[in-house]
Structure formats: C-alpha cells, structure tokens
Nanobody, 116 residues
Framework: QVRLVESGGGLVQPGGSLVLSCAAS????????MNWYRQAPGQERELVAR????????NYADSVKGRFLISRDNVKDTVTLQMNSLKLEDTAVYYC?????????WGQGTQVTVSS
C-alpha cells in the first residue's frame, strides 16, 4: 500500500533552516508528482511546494519562493524540502502528499515550529 513518512521537523529560531524528508513506498515513485503541504492552527491546509515526476519541474507558494527548495531522489524514493530563512509564519504541521490513481495520499505530518 502507499505509504508516506515525513521526518525532520523541529524547533528553530527565525532565520534558521530545517530539512524535511518524506520516504515513499508502495507505488512507482519515479513518475509520481510529490507535494509538500502545511497546516497552521486554525488555518486551511495549503500547498507549499510540488515537484513533478517527469522533468522534475517545481512550483512554490509565493510565501516560500526563494527560501524553500523541493527536490527528489528517485533511487531512494524520497522527497526533500530544504527550508531556509524561516519565519514565524512558517510554523505549521508539514505533510507529504501524492496522488495515485485519482486518490490523494498523506503522511502523518511533521511539526515545524519557528520561535525565538
């Protein structure tokens, strides 16, 4: 079955960096688009970054452009989100997501807290 497992969250000061990783299994990873979403308390889940399967094209939310970098390793079946220059408003639970056969799959999420 499809499984997505996030890791790498934690507490960081404003201006700091974190790297999130998502380990995928149960599907053909190489051709799959992979996404990172986040959800802050009281807010809707929002798309942060995505990387497509064919040409590794990437898209970013305006709020993270120039600070976050999404990448993938098609040998290890992982997708990574490098987060730099973190801001207080980046605090959220971050989720890995993919869509297979018309159905969305989610990881359990990893908490990122930006605080001084």
């Amino acid at each position: 079955q499809v499984r997505l497992v996030e890791s790498g969250g934690g507490l960081v000061q404003p201006g700091g960096s974190l790297v999130l990783s998502c380990a995928a299994s149960g599907f053909t990873f190489r051709g799959a688009g992979m996404n990172w979403y986040r959800q802050a308390p009281g807010q809707e889940r929002e798309l942060v970054a995505r990387i497509f399967g064919t040409w590794n094209t990437t898209n970013y939310a305006d709020s993270v452009k120039g600070r976050f970098l999404i990448s993938r390793d098609n040998v290890k079946d992982t997708v990574t989100l490098q987060m730099n220059s973190l801001k207080l408003e980046d605090t959220a639970v971050y989720y890995c997501n993919t869509r297979i056969g018309g159905r969305g799959y989610w990881g359990q999420g990893t908490q990122v807290t930006v605080s001084s």
